[in-house]
């Protein structure tokens, strides 16, 4: 046997948790004091200002050539002195 809710009690379930969603609370209100309703707002700054820059794509692949670079003949140093040092 299967039971099912009729339409509109679930029309009203939903009403009713829509509504109680949109209750104002007093308490919330009420706890903000006469110095922060009355104060400044913050100063805006621009997002430059906020935000590090940040290098180009180019700029970064190019750093990471170089860097890799580097790795590599450092890497092929230690090889060959390995070599030198074992034969």
Request: aromatic share 2%.
């Amino acid at each position: 046997m299967t039971y099912s809710l009729p339409l509109p009690l679930i029309c009203a379930s939903l009403g009713l948790a829509a509504l109680a969603g949109c209750s104002n609370d007093p308490e919330l209100k009420n706890q903000l004091t006469p110095e922060l309703r009355n104060a400044d707002y913050p100063t805006l700054l621009p997002i430059e200002e906020l935000a590090p820059v940040l290098p180009t794509p180019a700029e970064e692949s190019t750093q990471l050539e170089n860097t890799l670079d580097a790795r590599g003949n450092s890497l092929q140093r230690r090889a060959e002195a390995l070599r030198r040092a074992t034969n």
